[in-house]
């Protein structure tokens, strides 16, 4: 039986959750994040200079289509001007922390942290946009396993992903990556003058140790060919780690 599930008696003879006691560790400056492939740098001044906005720029106006905006709650800017002040803004998400993506010394994306509930433990990975040149690739789920080791080793009981229903990428990209499904909160919201339902998924703090396994396997570089092609699925890992 997880934590989550199990239970106590108060003096009345009902049943309640068990106590919690929790430590975030928040910085007030987020810092960088490295990995094998990839690297997430806070949006900053110094971050979002001009050749990362050039960047960043060409990559997402050179998307084949406009297939990879249809589910975030913005389209593309028409020109760099307010892409640039969309990205000091940080989209108006809010109280978020967003990161630049740098792959093989390019930014090829962002992604970010929303929602953030120190006094829940709670966080969300959530306005993800990997670009076409790193979609399904080693590099993206990198930025996620990043994010999610951060947020755990901060404290964090509880990392949410959220989106649209219909989003049929996203949702399979949460299972794939060690998120479990939570169900379809009706009617959520109105995105773009459409309705949105949106699927919730989590990971829990007690699954991550599990997961934290599998994560370093399959990023080991014995797990990739010459190609750069994986030999075995995170899937797979994650598997044999939750039947160990």
């Known amino acids: 039986m997880r934590a989550y599930q199990k239970t106590q008696e108060n003096p009345f003879g009902q049943k309640i959750g068990l106590p919690v006691q929790m430590n975030i560790e928040q910085s007030t400056q ?15 001044e110094m971050v979002l200079n001009s050749e990362r906005l050039n960047q960043l720029w060409q990559c997402s106006s050179q998307e084949p289509d406009g297939r990879c905006w249809t589910y975030l709650p913005y389209d593309l800017c028409s020109d760099l001007q307010s892409f640039k002040h969309r990205l000091a803004g940080q989209f108006g998400l809010g109280q978020s922390q967003h990161f630049v993506i740098e792959h093989l010394q390019q930014v090829t994306g962002w992604i970010a942290l929303l929602n953030i509930r120190p006094e829940q433990g709670v966080i969300e990975i ?33 990392v949410e992903w959220k989106c649209d229903e219909l989003n049929l990428p996203s949702r399979q990209a949460a299972l794939r990556l060690g998120f479990q499904y939570e169900g379809i909160f009706r009617q959520d919201r109105v995105v773009k003058g459409r309705n949105r339902n949106t699927a919730w998924f989590s990971m829990l ?32 890992f994650i598997a044999l780690y939750q039947s160990a």
Not at 30 to 35: I, Y
Not at 215 to 235: S, V
Request: charged share 25%; glycine share 6%; aromatic share 12%.
């Open 30 to 44: 987020p810092m960088a994040l490295c990995g094998r492939t990839v690297q997430l740098m806070p949006f900053s």
């Open 126 to 158: 959530g306005n993800v946009y990997f670009s076409h040149v790193m979609k399904q690739s080693t590099a993206a789920t990198e930025a996620v396993y990043l994010l999610l080791k951060t947020c755990f080793e901060q404290g964090y009981r509880r």
């Open 205 to 236: 703090d007690e699954e991550w140790p599990e997961l934290l396994k599998a994560y370093r396997a399959w990023l080991d570089p014995e797990n990739f060919d010459a190609a750069g092609q994986q030999k075995i699925r995170l899937g797979d």
